[in-house]
Protein backbone atom coordinates (compact mmCIF):
# COMPACT_ATOMS: atom_id res chain seq x y z
CA UNK A 1 0.00 0.00 0.00
CA UNK A 2 1.34 3.69 -0.74
CA UNK A 3 1.62 5.46 1.91
CA UNK A 4 1.74 9.28 2.41
CA UNK A 5 5.15 10.76 2.36
CA UNK A 6 6.00 12.43 5.84
CA UNK A 7 7.43 15.90 4.48
CA UNK A 8 3.73 16.57 2.65
CA UNK A 9 1.80 15.61 5.50
CA UNK A 10 -0.93 18.26 6.71
CA UNK A 11 -3.94 17.91 9.15
CA UNK A 12 -6.02 18.09 5.26
CA UNK A 13 -3.90 15.06 4.40
CA UNK A 14 -4.91 13.56 7.98
CA UNK A 15 -8.20 14.47 7.99
CA UNK A 16 -9.09 13.13 4.14
CA UNK A 17 -7.32 9.87 5.01
CA UNK A 18 -9.32 9.54 8.68
CA UNK A 19 -12.52 9.83 6.28
CA UNK A 20 -11.22 7.67 3.82
CA UNK A 21 -11.19 5.09 6.08
CA UNK A 22 -13.77 5.67 8.13
CA UNK A 23 -15.80 5.19 5.64
CA UNK A 24 -14.17 2.08 4.34
CA UNK A 25 -13.99 0.38 7.79
CA UNK A 26 -16.64 2.44 9.72
CA UNK A 27 -15.44 4.71 12.41
CA UNK A 28 -16.24 2.43 15.16
CA UNK A 29 -14.35 -0.18 13.24
CA UNK A 30 -11.22 1.80 12.88
CA UNK A 31 -8.41 2.27 15.33
CA UNK A 32 -5.47 4.90 15.93
CA UNK A 33 -3.08 2.34 14.45
CA UNK A 34 -5.26 1.87 10.85
CA UNK A 35 -5.31 6.01 10.76
CA UNK A 36 -1.42 5.58 11.61
CA UNK A 37 -0.21 2.96 8.82
CA UNK A 38 -3.07 4.89 6.26
CA UNK A 39 -1.51 8.47 6.74
CA UNK A 40 2.13 6.66 6.84
CA UNK A 41 2.63 8.75 10.28
CA UNK A 42 3.17 7.58 13.96
CA UNK A 43 0.18 7.53 15.91
CA UNK A 44 2.21 10.17 17.76
CA UNK A 45 2.37 12.62 15.16
CA UNK A 46 -1.07 11.86 14.83
CA UNK A 47 -1.93 13.29 18.65
CA UNK A 48 0.38 15.96 17.87
CA UNK A 49 -2.53 17.30 15.95
CA UNK A 50 -5.53 16.11 17.58
CA UNK A 51 -6.96 14.23 20.72
CA UNK A 52 -7.68 11.42 18.99
CA UNK A 53 -10.10 9.91 16.32
CA UNK A 54 -13.49 11.87 17.57
CA UNK A 55 -11.81 14.64 16.90
CA UNK A 56 -11.14 13.95 13.10
CA UNK A 57 -14.49 12.95 12.48
CA UNK A 58 -15.75 15.92 14.23
CA UNK A 59 -13.60 18.17 11.63
CA UNK A 60 -15.17 15.84 9.38
CA UNK A 61 -18.71 15.77 9.25
CA UNK A 62 -18.24 19.94 10.71
CA UNK A 63 -17.12 20.39 6.84
CA UNK A 64 -20.38 18.68 5.65
CA UNK A 65 -22.38 20.11 8.02
CA UNK A 66 -21.22 23.87 7.25
CA UNK A 67 -21.41 22.71 3.83
CA UNK A 68 -24.95 22.10 4.23
CA UNK A 69 -25.93 24.99 6.35
CA UNK A 70 -24.32 27.08 4.24
CA UNK A 71 -26.85 26.79 1.62
CA UNK A 72 -29.78 27.83 3.67
CA UNK A 73 -27.64 31.29 3.98
CA UNK A 74 -27.49 31.89 0.25
CA UNK A 75 -29.62 34.65 -1.78
CA UNK A 76 -31.54 31.64 -3.48
CA UNK A 77 -32.34 30.01 -0.20
CA UNK A 78 -33.82 33.19 0.90
CA UNK A 79 -35.77 35.03 -1.89
CA UNK A 80 -38.64 34.29 -3.73
CA UNK A 81 -41.44 32.33 -3.51
CA UNK A 82 -41.16 29.43 -1.50
CA UNK A 83 -41.41 26.82 -3.63
CA UNK A 84 -38.01 28.41 -5.70
CA UNK A 85 -36.19 28.39 -2.52
CA UNK A 86 -37.17 25.00 -1.29
CA UNK A 87 -36.22 23.55 -4.98
CA UNK A 88 -32.87 25.90 -4.94
CA UNK A 89 -31.91 24.36 -1.70
CA UNK A 90 -32.44 20.22 -3.12
CA UNK A 91 -30.66 21.13 -6.28
CA UNK A 92 -27.71 22.78 -3.70
CA UNK A 93 -27.72 20.21 -1.15
CA UNK A 94 -27.33 17.48 -3.89
CA UNK A 95 -24.07 19.82 -5.75
CA UNK A 96 -22.64 20.08 -2.05
CA UNK A 97 -23.13 16.26 -1.45
CA UNK A 98 -21.11 15.49 -4.66
CA UNK A 99 -18.34 18.52 -4.65
CA UNK A 100 -17.70 16.62 -0.96
CA UNK A 101 -18.59 13.19 -1.25
CA UNK A 102 -16.52 11.34 1.52
CA UNK A 103 -17.29 13.72 3.90
CA UNK A 104 -21.17 13.89 3.42
CA UNK A 105 -21.19 10.36 3.21
CA UNK A 106 -19.45 9.83 6.47
CA UNK A 107 -22.35 12.39 8.05
CA UNK A 108 -24.85 10.31 6.79
CA UNK A 109 -23.23 7.25 8.33
CA UNK A 110 -23.03 8.30 11.65
CA UNK A 111 -24.87 5.96 14.24
CA UNK A 112 -24.83 8.11 17.52
CA UNK A 113 -22.79 6.24 19.13
CA UNK A 114 -21.06 8.86 20.53
CA UNK A 115 -21.36 12.33 21.70
CA UNK A 116 -20.07 13.65 18.27
CA UNK A 117 -22.43 11.17 16.25
CA UNK A 118 -25.68 12.50 18.16
CA UNK A 119 -24.44 16.08 17.81
CA UNK A 120 -24.19 15.45 13.89
CA UNK A 121 -27.39 13.73 13.90
CA UNK A 122 -29.35 16.35 16.02
CA UNK A 123 -27.54 19.20 13.24
CA UNK A 124 -28.96 16.92 10.28
CA UNK A 125 -32.56 16.85 11.44
CA UNK A 126 -31.75 20.47 12.24
CA UNK A 127 -31.75 20.91 8.63
CA UNK A 128 -34.30 18.46 7.69
CA UNK A 129 -36.48 20.61 9.80
CA UNK A 130 -35.62 23.63 7.65
CA UNK A 131 -36.86 21.99 4.80
CA UNK A 132 -40.03 20.82 6.35
CA UNK A 133 -40.72 24.70 6.90
CA UNK A 134 -40.08 25.52 3.53
CA UNK A 135 -42.45 23.11 2.19
CA UNK A 136 -44.80 23.80 4.09
CA UNK A 137 -44.89 27.25 3.06
CA UNK A 138 -45.03 26.86 -0.68
CA UNK A 139 -47.87 24.58 0.27
CA UNK A 140 -49.40 27.22 2.22
CA UNK A 141 -48.81 29.93 -1.05
CA UNK A 142 -50.41 26.85 -3.25
CA UNK A 143 -47.61 25.84 -4.95
CA UNK A 144 -47.34 22.18 -3.40
CA UNK A 145 -49.87 19.46 -3.46
CA UNK A 146 -52.20 20.20 -0.26
CA UNK A 147 -52.57 16.17 0.33
CA UNK A 148 -49.10 15.35 0.63
CA UNK A 149 -47.82 15.38 4.24
CA UNK A 150 -44.50 17.69 3.98
CA UNK A 151 -42.55 15.92 6.50
CA UNK A 152 -42.81 12.65 4.62
CA UNK A 153 -42.02 14.94 1.46
CA UNK A 154 -39.08 15.71 3.07
CA UNK A 155 -38.25 13.05 4.08
CA UNK A 156 -38.77 10.68 0.94
CA UNK A 157 -37.11 13.52 -0.79
CA UNK A 158 -33.99 13.38 0.97
CA UNK A 159 -34.10 9.45 0.77
CA UNK A 160 -33.16 10.18 -3.10
CA UNK A 161 -30.85 12.71 -1.97
CA UNK A 162 -28.98 10.87 0.46
CA UNK A 163 -28.69 7.17 -1.66
CA UNK A 164 -26.10 9.15 -3.86
CA UNK A 165 -23.56 8.53 -1.39
CA UNK A 166 -24.30 4.51 -2.30
CA UNK A 167 -23.95 4.84 -6.00
CA UNK A 168 -22.82 7.81 -7.22
CA UNK A 169 -19.25 8.66 -8.10
CA UNK A 170 -17.43 11.09 -10.42
CA UNK A 171 -16.31 10.27 -13.82
CA UNK A 172 -13.62 12.49 -14.73
CA UNK A 173 -14.32 12.90 -19.21
CA UNK A 174 -17.52 10.66 -18.22
CA UNK A 175 -20.64 9.47 -16.78
CA UNK A 176 -22.88 12.14 -14.77
CA UNK A 177 -21.98 15.71 -14.06
CA UNK A 178 -23.14 17.27 -9.98
CA UNK A 179 -25.24 19.65 -12.01
CA UNK A 180 -27.20 17.34 -14.40
CA UNK A 181 -27.79 14.77 -11.19
CA UNK A 182 -28.61 17.96 -9.20
CA UNK A 183 -31.10 19.13 -11.93
CA UNK A 184 -32.50 15.06 -12.42
CA UNK A 185 -32.99 15.04 -8.66
CA UNK A 186 -35.08 18.67 -8.87
CA UNK A 187 -37.10 17.35 -11.53
CA UNK A 188 -38.53 14.40 -10.58
CA UNK A 189 -39.13 15.31 -7.26
CA UNK A 190 -40.89 18.78 -8.09
CA UNK A 191 -42.60 17.72 -11.11
CA UNK A 192 -44.73 15.15 -8.84
CA UNK A 193 -45.08 17.89 -5.72
CA UNK A 194 -46.15 21.25 -7.73
CA UNK A 195 -49.87 21.80 -8.35
CA UNK A 196 -50.96 21.26 -11.93
CA UNK A 197 -54.09 23.66 -11.52
CA UNK A 198 -53.55 25.60 -8.82
CA UNK A 199 -56.38 24.12 -6.54
CA UNK A 200 -53.62 22.90 -4.03
CA UNK A 201 -54.09 19.04 -5.41
CA UNK A 202 -51.95 17.01 -8.44
CA UNK A 203 -54.22 14.90 -10.67
CA UNK A 204 -54.93 11.44 -9.77
CA UNK A 205 -54.47 12.45 -6.53
CA UNK A 206 -56.03 8.97 -4.43
CA UNK A 207 -59.11 9.46 -1.94
CA UNK A 208 -58.50 10.50 2.09
CA UNK A 209 -54.54 11.71 1.15
CA UNK A 210 -56.08 15.58 2.16
CA UNK A 211 -56.01 16.83 5.66
CA UNK A 212 -53.65 13.62 7.00
CA UNK A 213 -52.01 15.14 10.20
CA UNK A 214 -48.26 15.50 10.33
CA UNK A 215 -46.79 13.19 12.80
Do not use: C
Not at 68 to 91: H, K, N, P, T
Not at 187 to 204: E, K
Request: proline share 3%; glycine share 10%; net charge neutral.
Amino acid sequence: MTTAKRDTYTPETLLTVAVRIFNERGYDGTSMEHLSQAAGISKSSIYHHVAGKEELLRRAVSRALDGLFGILDESGAQRGRAVERVEYVVRRTVQVLVADLPYVTLLLRVRGNTKTERWAMERRREFDHRVVELLRAAAAEGDLRADVDTRLATRLLFGMVNSLVEWYRPHPGGGWEGDQVAETVVRIAFDGLRTVDGSGAGSGAGPGAAGRPAS
